[in-house]
């Protein structure tokens, strides 16, 4: 005859829940990170028909932000403790920023295609860089994540002024190069589009790694953060 009581089944169920939620948010992580380099690839290769299957599967970052949000409010009518609202507060932020980086990844590969119809720019191969800098930050704010780990939050953080340096470096180069030769204007403004959402990808970065301190933390004060964008003083929307 079983001995567990019936509010030893409650909590054991809603920490599966909890868990399963985690799991969630990780694989979006996962599929975001996947879909950020692959776009960056196509960049790189020109290729057309692989970007189309990047923006197709943008849609499987969308179902699962869906699926999650679903899941964490039926948590939340499980009656929480302090600790666990923590834990939804962030379940429903993160996925959002996941979905977002998915979005913008989309967008990458979108704006690829259409700089695929001019010739070959040099100045695309600025992309990588400002790329890698955007993977490291989903990969290590979703580590930070996974781990709860607080201090890895706050390098993810910090860092993003290295990649908020990066793209205004790009973006200076691309406006010279169009004032140089007017036919360069088109590509280096899709290229300036792209930039921009690898940039706005560092920002939803750091929106992780600020919930991961969140609950982490609590209501603990942040340290306060750098940012090196300084585009807005050189006429970017």
Known sequence: MSTTQPHEHIVKSYDEEQRAVSEEILRMGEIAVAQLEAALDVVERRDDQAARRIIANDEAIDALESQTSHDVMHLAL???????LRVIL???RIPIDLERIGDYAANVAKRSIALNTAPPVPHATGLRPLGQLAVRQVRDAMAAYRDNDADKALQVRARDAELDATYTALFRELLTYMMEDARNITPSTHLLFMAKNLERIGDHAT???ENVWFL????????PR???DETSTTGAA
Request: charged share 40%.
């Open 90 to 92: 962030s379940s429903l």
């Open 226 to 228: 750098d940012k090196r």
């Open 207 to 209: 929106n992780i790694a």
């Open 216 to 223: 982490v933390k609590g209501e603990e004060v942040l340290p």
């Open 78 to 84: 499980r009656g929480p403790m302090a600790r666990d």
